[in-house]
Structure formats: C-alpha cells, structure tokens
C-alpha cells in the first residue's frame, strides 16, 4: 500500500485549501474561486491568479450556490461571488451552506437562515 502525501498548510498560505489538496470540482452550481490570503486577510482569485475580491477578511469558507460565509472581527457573514455583502457581518459563528440554508449562531442561540438572511428555523436575537 502506498502512502499518500500529505501537503503541509504551514509550507504555502497564500492559496488556502487549493493547495492544502482540496479538489475544486467543475460544474454549474460551483464557483472558481480559489480563497487567497495576503499577509493576514484573506480574499479570493480565480484559477488564472487574478484578484476577484481583495484580501479583506480574517477567515473565509469556499463558495458555495455564489455565497461564501466571511469572518471580519470575530463575526460572521455571507458575501457574494462580486464581494458584494449578502448577510451583514453580525453573526458569532455560521456554517457552510447546505441545501440553500445556512446555520448560525448569535449570542450563544442558533439557528438557520437563508440565502437572503432570512431566518427560516431557529431564533437567534
């Protein structure tokens, strides 16, 4: 049995998980935006390089139905594939997207919301 190799994050932080060996698949609903990290934030590029929204989050998910979750000061919120924001960055912590819902956390309650922010299960204030 081979041994598979494992790519180290510490060695290249400045293509997140495309370099840590995470396949990006190809299709319609998935987005080509690679997370790219200059200095301490984190922005996004597309596979050619090119800067798409600038480096300006501490942490970012992958995209996902052209939302990704951004953390900016401890807190958490959707921004589209144009950096455009989607949900307001409020939430204390939120989770990948999952069949067009996604579960966050606000002030120790949780819940989920939609695409558009709109609590749909859950309260959260």
């Not at 998935?30 to 600038?54: A, H, T």
């Not at 067009?100 to 922010?117: F, M, R, S």
């Amino acid at each position: 049995m081979k041994k598979k190799e494992i790519k180290d994050r510490e060695r290249n932080h400045e293509y997140g998980r495309s370099e840590c060996g995470t396949k990006v698949p190809s299709g319609n609903k998935i987005s080509m935006l690679i997370p790219y990290r200059k200095g301490e934030k984190w922005g996004f590029c597309d596979r050619n390089k090119n800067m798409v929204i600038q480096p300006a989050y501490d942490l970012v998910d992958t995209f996902d139905e052209g939302l990704v979750s951004v953390q900016l000061n401890g807190k958490w919120g959707l921004i589209d594939t144009g950096g455009s924001t989607v949900v307001p960055v409020t939430y204390d912590r939120a989770f990948p997207f999952n069949d067009g819902v996604v579960a966050v956390e606000l002030n120790g309650k949780w819940g989920y919301i939609d695409t558009k922010g709109t609590p749909i299960l859950g309260k959260t204030e």
